[in-house]
């Protein structure tokens, strides 16, 4: 199992970025997704996640509720996270992770992933 997070940047605050997360040697629709970010000093803590299948539960962190979305294609074994009206506080290297023991819903609790991504630095700051 492979994870491949991309798309990170060094954007001002307000500004947008799509994160993607490319799954191989995974039957990627069997499992629920997450993304993680850690901000230097900080633990790693979890920003959203998205149920397997269609997706049809998602959870948000309160700091980025209603700024960030995350999204699905199994079609192409790829999770998505949509950072909109970014902040300098959203500044941190973003983790996306499987979970395999979870079936109808998704975890906020990072223990719940066993897979994980390399990672991607994400850079707010005017």
């Not at 803590?45 to 199994?74: K, L, M, P, W």
Request: net charge positive.
């Amino acid at each position: 199992v492979q994870l491949q997070a991309s798309g990170g940047g060094h954007l001002q605050p307000g500004g947008s970025l799509r994160l993607s997360c490319a799954a191989s040697g995974v039957s990627f629709r069997d499992y629920a997704i997450g993304w993680f970010r850690q901000a230097p000093g900080k633990e790693r803590e979890a920003v959203t996640c998205i149920s397997r299948g269609g997706g049809s539960t998602t959870h948000y962190a309160d700091s980025v509720q209603g700024r960030f979305t995350i999204s699905r294609d199994n079609a192409k074994n790829t999770a998505y996270l949509q950072m909109d009206r970014l902040k300098p506080e959203d500044t941190a290297v973003y983790y996306c992770a499987i979970d395999r023991t979870v079936f109808y819903h998704c975890s906020m609790d990072r223990e719940s992933y066993d897979k994980w991504g390399q990672g991607t630095q994400v850079t707010v700051s005017s």
